[in-house]
């Protein structure tokens, strides 16, 4: 199979924009199965049981109209810890509603919600050229808005505690966790799966995790592979010392020799050893900043 890792890593965060209106809703509605760029290799893929479990799509009310997610939580019990799930450069495709019964099957509510339903829906698009049309459109701000509406929705839902939330996130999504460690007054700890750190400040992408490094609200614990193609590790250093200098509570795990999407078990790059560690580490994490 051919692992498309190594290329979707140079487009997390990348900038730009092509126009679409802000209010121009184009996904209403959450991709069935992979997303089409990523095929999965289904030697290793993981699905988990949805028995004791609530799942589902459901509409999360923005500022500018209603956007889908997908929620998952144990079918018995109220006011669970809550994580928002944020996803892939690829969307909110099965990998990423997997991740969120995993979180249910400890005992959280998980809330994906599509982050990019303004500007189009990337999972049914093969080509990596393709996707980047319509994530370049896709700002911070928004996504900060979208994230609050959707810590609201928990909130409304009654099944989810904010006052216990935390925040997760892959490729493009990991970037994103930084940000919102930056931005929120409500998360309490975030878990960043190798997500960009620096980048050109743009219209969109104003700022990246490194220059927010001495600005973060909350911990994050950073997930990051040795070889990593997309992501230097210089670029990591650089993040370890600004956290270090900021004499912030963060810190960042470097897996020897592991590519980008370790964690992706549908994919060619996943690396069964360093995913079950990462994912053991982001539960202890959680537990430990008060997301449990």
């Not at 509510?109 to 049309?133: C, M, N, T």
């Not at 505690?161 to 998360?187: D, E, M, P």
Request: with cysteine; net charge neutral.
């Amino acid at each position: 199979m051919n692992d498309k890792s190594q290329p979707i890593a140079d487009v997390c965060g990348s900038p730009g924009a092509i126009g679409v209106g802000r209010r121009s809703f184009l996904v209403s509605a959450l991709a069935t199965g992979f997303a089409l760029a990523v095929r999965p290799t289904w030697s290793s893929t993981i699905v988990t049981d949805p028995t004791g479990l609530t799942t589902g799509e459901i509409r999360i009310p923005t500022d500018a109209g209603e956007i889908p997610g997908y929620r998952a939580m144990p079918s018995e019990g109220r006011a669970f810890p809550a994580v928002l799930v944020v996803q892939e450069i690829f969307g909110v495709h099965e990998h990423i509603k997997d991740v969120c019964r995993r979180l249910a099957k400890s005992g959280y509510l998980a809330v994906a919600p599509e982050l990019y339903a303004r500007q189009g829906d990337v999972s049914r698009l093969s080509e990596i050229d393709e996707i980047r049309k319509i994530v370049a459109n896709v700002s911070d701000a928004q996504v900060m808005t979208d994230l609050d509406a959707t810590v609201e929705w928990i909130k409304a839902s009654g099944d989810g505690n904010v006052k216990k939330l935390g925040v997760t996130g892959f490729c493009w999504g990991g970037r994103i966790v930084w940000l919102y460690a930056a931005h929120s007054v409500q998360v309490k700890a975030g878990v960043a799966w190798y997500g960009r750190l620096v980048g050109k400040a743009t219209e969109l992408q104003p700022a990246h995790p490194l220059d927010m490094a001495a600005n973060l609200k909350v911990p994050v614990l950073g997930l990051y592979g040795g070889s990593d193609q997309g992501i230097p590790l210089e670029t990591v250093e650089q993040m370890k010392q600004a956290l270090r200098a900021a004499d912030s509570a963060s810190t960042i795990i470097v897996y020897p020799d592991t590519p980008h999407a370790f964690y992706a078990d549908y994919r060619a790059s996943y690396r069964k050893e360093a995913a079950e560690d990462g994912w053991s580490r982001l539960l202890a994490w959680f537990k430990e900043h008060g997301v449990a």
